[in-house]
């Protein structure tokens, strides 16, 4: 396999770069780097979870720097952490249902403590309390097998013993990481299928009418009626719309939405006419910070030529005699910020 160090250094370029687009593209690509990151790490004999996770989130930051308006980034990298942590409560929980075995040993001493999974303190204790638990819903729906991971008992002393140990602590590493790895593949196959998972969510509340600028083409080889307007046109036209539905590129912690310029002028004109203003979202998109919080970038500027031919106002660019700044500033931002109070409903991939 490539160096992976190196593919972090490619990936994190290329977000500084902008070279990739879409926060779909960006979460998958994220996700399947983090997997191959996971899977070269060489874990110590104890607390592989706090090490992997420790490892995992200096590789994050990384990563949410060089393009923090790309919220999708964090988000998958918080869900990586999450699943870290699951796996190190379930692989503690297993361990917890066969050591109550062995605590009921009237002499301690005979029980090997390094023959047992070696796992984070925090995640035994968690396990202890799942343990305790009255039969809930919530333990119902864990469905941890209790004797996956049973401890193993001591073998008959000498170099065997050592021997014993040393896979005994090697098992428990490659079975936290493959099990980290086949949930990080669920969560690859979740975002790759966002989008028919949400259309199956969608479609008991479109209506065959429906409105777009960019998909008017795709609806009509569908089938679809479509209507094509302005963007200054959508005031006018709202009273005739039954719904308006649009995509997002992140959902912050309070229900506001992070969409395409523009939106938040239509969300207005729905609100204003009573019309349903329904965002589509896959789960990477769901961002846990608030739009006032300061390491929260909420925009960034794009180039201007997609608003205007250079050539016809080359002379409004120059610089006026003495001014020392154009006469003319063109401002073309990716992003409008649409409060939760405007958003009627989410639909989201689950």
């Not at 490892?55 to 308006?69: D, F, R, S």
């Not at 799942?130 to 991971?149: F, G, K, V, Y």
């Not at 509340?205 to 600028?213: A, C, D, L, R, T």
């Amino acid at each position: 396999m490539p160096d992976v160090h190196s593919l972090v250094n490619e990936f994190v370029i290329k977000l500084k770069k902008r070279k990739i687009e879409g926060s779909k593209a960006t979460a998958k690509l994220t996700v399947e780097l983090l997997r191959s990151f996971i899977s070269q790490q060489r874990l110590p004999h104890s607390n592989q979870a706090a090490a992997l996770i420790d490892a995992v989130k200096a590789v994050g930051e990384k990563l949410i720097a060089a393009n923090p308006v790309e919220l999708a980034v964090g988000n998958v990298v918080r869900r990586v952490l999450h699943i870290i942590r699951e796996e190190d409560l379930s692989l503690a929980t297993a361990a917890v249902g066969g050591l109550s075995l062995a605590a009921e040993s009237d002499d301690e001493d005979d029980i090997d403590r390094d023959d047992h999974p070696v796992l984070s303190a925090t995640a035994v204790a968690a396990a202890a309390r799942n343990a305790l638990r009255p039969p809930s819903l919530q333990t119902l729906l864990e469905d941890i097998p209790h004797s996956a991971a049973a401890p193993h008992t001591s073998s008959s002393g000498g170099d065997s013993e050592g021997k014993s140990k040393s896979a005994d602590k090697n098992s428990v590493t490659r079975k936290l990481k493959h099990n980290v790895i086949e949930a990080v593949n669920e969560l690859i196959q979740e975002i790759s299928t966002c989008h028919e998972q949400i259309a199956e969510q969608a479609v008991e509340h479109i209506h065959q009418k429906y409105q777009g600028h960019a998909l008017a083409k795709e609806l009509a080889a569908r089938g679809l009626q479509t209507t094509v307007i302005t963007d200054s046109a959508v005031f006018a036209m709202i009273s005739r719309v039954n719904m308006v539905i649009v995509g997002a590129h992140a959902v912050m912690a309070n229900g506001g939405v992070i969409a395409p310029v523009g939106l938040n002028m239509v969300a207005l004109a729905a609100q204003r006419h009573a019309v349903p203003f329904v965002v589509l979202a896959g789960v990477h998109k769901l961002c846990p910070l608030y739009p006032h919080n300061p390491e929260v970038l909420l925009n960034e500027l794009k180039s201007p030529s997609e608003l205007l031919d250079f050539g016809e106002f080359s002379d409004c660019l120059d610089f006026g005699s003495g001014t020392g700044s154009p006469l003319l500033h063109v401002v073309n931002p990716v992003f409008d910020y649409v409060p939760p109070n405007l958003v009627s409903l989410f639909i989201t991939d689950t």
